[in-house]
């Protein structure tokens, strides 16, 4: 069944497909978990709303709040997932919005944050932007075990490829003053990884160990991904970074309730990410239309507070779909069109032309 809300149903003047005779371009932006996968497995009409697309020579990309992949292998896995040819200047993932901070931090100390146990391939990510001073917080740890008493340092991986081991960073912490917090992924250590956050936001100019006599806050805070809840393989949402923001927050209030909590949010609704991803798309429609029409972009998402929260804010129309977050009932930040799933919201789009 579709439903339709924010006089969704244009006329068709408005909606052309690619051509030399087009008046108005049509584009798309697709979340991908709860849209066009469920953990591994892909959502069977995901497959066909993309391959259709591509044969209609429509333009897209994707917008995740997922993150701790290269974009690159995240495009290379799209692509063998629905069997089309994805590059990595359609990938938008949680932490791609950073990039353009290593041109103020390049040679700053930063601490990143997430993904796998050690943070290894995040660390990996941020030098791949530019950053040149990325520490993660098992580099602390390894440093002084008492930091967090609740966990050890890791143990040597031997034998194993260097690539699949986490590299320490052999360096005196008391000497290396921190300027940011860049927190690209969900956390797989809760403990360890808000202990080091909280004592870096209360240190004198960035400095662990060290505590402020002002009040002011020692670091830069980026957080990737907003999202309470995502959807996986398991039949209930999951807990997001979101979670793990919120928890730092109370922390952070609890501690010093007269202090605000200073920090920059990316990820789906924030309109940093919209702005960034709609330059990439822009990119993309000049390479497939001569329209000088301004375009025709859907969003397709599954999460009202973030896929079509962020899309009604920016401008563009947006097709919730019952595969993933939202399941029934009249969302708080009403989309353009419920459907069924994304093969239906392409199908209702290119219906408008």
Known sequence: ???????????????????????????????IDGVLK?????IPEAKKALQKLDALNVPYIFITNGGGTMENERAKAISKDFQINVDESQ???????????????????????????????????????????VYVPTDILCWNKFIYPFASPPAPHDGLPQSHTYRQKHVDFANVPFSAVMLFKDSANHGLDMQIICDLIRSKDGLIGTESD??????????????LIWTTEYPQPRHGQGMFIEAIKMVHNIRSPDIDLQYKQYGKPYAVTYE????????????????????????????PDSDIQGANNFGWQSALVRTGVYKHGIPKHEPSVIVDNVLKAVEWAIEQR
Do not use: W
């Open 1 to 31: 069944m579709t439903i339709f809300f924010r006089s969704a149903k244009v006329s068709a003047a408005k909606f052309r497909l690619y051509s030399t005779t087009s008046n108005r371009p049509l584009a798309f932006a697709f979340d």
């Open 38 to 42: 469920h953990g591994r497995f892909i």
């Open 91 to 133: 990938m938008v993932l949680s932490h791609t919005v950073m990039k353009p901070l290593a041109q103020r931090l390049r040679d700053k100390n930063v601490l990143v944050v997430g993904g796998d146990e050690h943070g290894q391939k995040c660390r990996e990510i941020a030098e791949s932007y530019g950053f040149k001073n």
């Open 214 to 227: 002002n009040g002011k806050q020692g670091v830069e805070l980026h957080f990737s991904n907003p999202d």
């Open 276 to 303: 960034y991803a709609d330059n990439l798309l822009q990119q993309l429609i000049k390479k497939k239309s001569n329209s000088t029409e301004n375009p025709m972009v859907v969003m397709v998402g599954d999460n």
